[in-house]
């Protein structure tokens, strides 16, 4: 049964992450759809969620999706692969149609498995991630129903987001973590042409990505091809932009100390910006 506590009025569009890599797709987004009112929740209090189960995955983004929905979003992009890997069909599938069939909850997986297809001329595509995202085989999965022949090889790397998330992935010791993963990755199979990245926070790494790998390896970053792939959605759902409300305003939401999500969000979106605290449940 739709939860009759919600309101049916236009509100922001829902940006949720477990950490800050999913400002990486917010900047994106913003830039394609600047229009838009927006309120990023960042579940920074129990991040990481690469390394959760997903019973636990699918709980606290559940819980959080939810809270956007509270505060009056009609549509929310879960801007975490971990999330989207581990919770998205769940809640698309068994909880909006009691919550309200008419709201939409989107991924960033899928936008950017449609587009890899058409980059890899070899076939064989890489996939950085963390080990959520990999143990999940959600790439492998979702790319075998849209393109017949391409072989995946994934490699995990669970350093990159506490290197990013504690401002240490310029640092020299970031890169033989960085530089080990790609090795790793490659040796693996040398006829890999795209690498993607499957993770919203790799794209702060991206540079030291491209100075080890050699040149004709194409690297597929998320921020870009889901703020296009929402821009698309909204042209094709002109019922759902117009539940999406148009003020060009921005909240950012953290379970963590506002202090702290402030100094670290500035790592991604290279301004200072005000958070709000809030608690969930």
């Known amino acids: 049964m739709k939860n009759e506590t919600l309101s049916s009025l236009p509100g922001p569009i829902g940006i949720f992450d477990s950490g800050y890599g999913g400002l990486t797709i917010l900047e994106k987004i913003r830039k394609e759809l ?22 636990v995955v699918y709980k606290f983004t559940l819980e ?7 505060m009056g979003c009609q549509l929310v992009v879960l ?37 890899v297809g058409s980059m890899t001329k070899t076939k064989h595509i890489g996939l950085l991630a963390t080990p959520g995202t990999v143990q999940s085989n ?47 990755l490659l040796e693996i199979d040398s006829l890999i042409d795209t690498i993607m990245l499957g993770c919203t926070h790799y794209p702060l ?5 491209k100075a080890l790998i050699p040149a004709g390896i194409s690297i597929v970053s998320q ?3 889901v703020a296009k792939s929402l821009v698309d959605y909204l042209q094709r759902h002109p019922e759902m932009s117009a539940k999406c409300t148009q003020g060009g305003s921005i909240r950012y939401l ?28």
């Open 79 to 115: 801007a975490c692969n971990t999330a989207s890997a581990k919770a998205l069909r769940s809640i698309q599938q068994n909880d909006l149609p009691q919550i309200d069939p008419s709201r939409r909850v989107l991924g960033v997986i899928r936008p950017t498995v449609e587009a």
């Open 138 to 184: 959600s790439y492998p999965l979702e790319i075998a129903k849209l393109h017949e022949n391409i072989i995946v090889t994934s490699e995990a790397c669970p350093l990159w987001v506490p290197l990013i998330e504690n401002n240490e992935h310029l640092s020299v010791g970031a890169d033989y973590f960085i530089r080990k993963n790609v090795q790793q």
């Open 205 to 209: 790494v991206e540079e030291k990505i």
């Open 254 to 281: 953290t379970t963590e100390s506002v202090e702290k999500f402030a100094s670290s969000a500035s790592i991604f979106l290279k301004e200072q910006i005000q958070a709000e605290h809030i608690d969930l449940g």
């Open 223 to 225: 921020g870009e091809i």
């Open 34 to 55: 600047p229009q838009y009112d927006y309120i990023y929740l960042g579940d920074n209090a129990r991040t990481p969620y690469g390394t959760r189960s997903f019973d």
């Open 64 to 70: 959080c999706v939810n809270q956007l929905f509270e």
